[in-house]
């Protein structure tokens, strides 16, 4: 009975445990999933990581590239973060180009990194409008069961964290470029930040980090990116409007969420260099 | 073009209704330098693929003066056709296609509120039933902690945050947050209240633009 339910009446099968204050799952409305981190896990890589949310798989890995600033800016290497949804993960997603919500993903994950100044561009730098360095961050969605874009977000600051570049010096005579391997230096990251999505249910259920269920149900969505204290992205995409006190609700939520990754990160980090 | 402006005041703003004859709905909206022509058609044919049984598609495209459309474009064209989904009553015309097309024609600045300003005016010129009007304020955050209102291009350059809010024209709630930079839990707060006072001017000109619009015509 309660599956035909599910099936033809999803927004009532879902109502009816709202009204309930839990969710079809068992969780409560404000209740992430269980989030695993797994650090290192691509050895060939310069820096990984894997990211469970619930069923929702992300894999960052990150290859480091020798390249050519740009002109104006002589001093800054690039980040270049892509994410990648093929039909492995969800069978809405078709084999070929990136698609929109693939791009949309991307661009967002790029605009995550330049408003949080995670990493400072000038440290990539080698020989100042010569040589610096370029992080291709390829994060590969392996399950898609809803709010991508958090586990994108954590996988690819653990993945930064867990970054080792090789040390490169430029011989003045032959210009030729030397790496030492043995010598490695860690990327250093200066700021966390952690995305925390929230979907809106029939205008007025809040709900933390939505399954696909979930978000396909959903009225509105907003993610709010914060980093330690401070906030570095709200994005609300449309949606239900949302009340003053709703989108502080969110705030407050998202500034909890964030101290609770930000350990996690750094907890799974220690147990790797012990 | 830059006359005395205190930071609490939105720069001028002008607009041409219907100014294009083979499209349902278009306008032109100038924000201080700032323009942006939409133009949209519907509710008309969709592709199959793209039918939704119960109501209509509404299809945003976007583009800029110069080459094709980017990925960062690409994010903008989805915060935007969520935005009109929102507001467009689309139950009404299950099975159709509503297109709205943008084009950049000068960007000084808060071009986000311009383009989601633009293509609220185009779906009014072209009457499609919506749920209310939306209003879009972008405001921005000096090194000092000073918001500015519709910041131009220099300004917005200075800044270490960039703030746009739509809001709805009912209640006055945020439909639409979009961020750059990053900035206090205060901080967002205050930027909101002011959006929010700023967004009230923005519908008392959309009425005005359509009382003008209409009266011509008889």
């Known amino acids: ?274 | 073009m830059e006359v005395d402006r205190t930071s609490h005041e939105l720069r001028p703003m002008t607009c041409e209704l219907g100014h294009l004859s083979r499209s349902d709905g278009s306008a032109t909206l100038t924000q201080g330098d700032t323009t942006v022509i939409t133009s949209m058609y519907g509710p008309g044919d969709v592709r199959i693929s793209k039918e939704i049984i119960d109501k209509a598609t509404v299809e945003v495209t976007y583009r800029p003066k110069i080459g094709l459309p980017k990925c960062s474009d690409k994010l903008k064209e989805r915060l935007i056709r969520n935005t009109c989904e929102t507001v467009i009553l689309s139950g009404l015309h299950p099975r159709t296609g509503i297109d709205i097309i943008l084009q950049e024609m000068q960007n000084s600045g808060s071009f986000l509120s311009c383009c989601i300003n633009s293509a609220c005016l185009a779906l009014l010129d072209a009457s499609i039933p919506l749920k209310y009007l939306i209003a879009a304020v972008t405001c921005c955050i000096s090194d000092k902690g000073e918001i500015t209102l519709d910041p131009d291009l220099k300004q917005e350059k200075k800044s270490v945050a960039i703030l746009t809010f739509v809001f709805d024209s009912k209640d006055f709630n945020v439909v639409t947050v979009s961020t750059s930079g990053s900035f206090s839990n205060e901080q967002f707060q205050s930027c909101l209240m002011a959006c929010r006072e700023a967004s009230k001017h923005v519908i008392t000109f959309y009425r005005e633009s359509m009382l003008k619009k209409l009266s011509k015509s008889v």
């Open chain 1, 1 to 274: 009975m309660a599956n035909d339910l599910k099936t033809f009446q999803p927004k009532e099968y879902y109502r009816k445990f709202l009204e309930k204050d839990v969710r079809p799952d068992g969780r409560e409305l404000g209740e992430c999933r269980s989030t695993v981190v797994n650090i290192g896990s691509i050895t060939t890589a310069e820096g990984s990581a894997l990211v469970k949310l619930g069923n929702t798989t992300v894999i960052c890995g990150i290859k480091a590239e020798l390249a050519n600033p740009k002109a104006d800016e002589p001093k800054n290497g690039y980040i270049v973060p892509n994410v990648e949804l093929s039909p492995m993960c969800s069978a809405q997603f078709r084999p070929g180009a990136p698609g929109e919500q693939a791009q949309v993903l991307s661009q967002f994950v790029v605009d995550v990194l330049q408003n949080s100044e995670c990493v400072n561009l000038q440290d990539l730098c080698i020989v100042s409008g010569k040589l610096v360095w370029m992080l291709q961050c390829d994060m590969i969605c392996l399950d898609y069961d809803g709010n991508v874009a958090d586990a994108c977000v954590l996988s690819l600051v653990s993945a930064l964290k867990n970054t080792c570049l090789p040390k490169v010096t430029v011989n003045e005579e032959t210009q030729a470029i030397e790496t030492d391997d043995k010598i490695t230096n860690n990327l250093k990251v200066q700021t966390t930040p952690v995305s925390t999505t929230f979907a809106i249910f029939d205008d007025h259920f809040v709900i933390v980090d939505p399954t696909i269920e979930e978000e396909t149900l959903a009225t509105g969505i907003i993610t709010i990116v914060t980093k330690e204290k401070k906030l570095c992205m709200v994005h609300k995409p449309g949606g239900t409007p949302l009340k003053d006190s709703q989108i502080q609700l969110c705030i407050d939520r998202a500034i909890e969420r964030s101290g609770q990754a930000t350990k996690l990160i750094d907890e799974t980090q220690c147990s790797l260099d012990r």
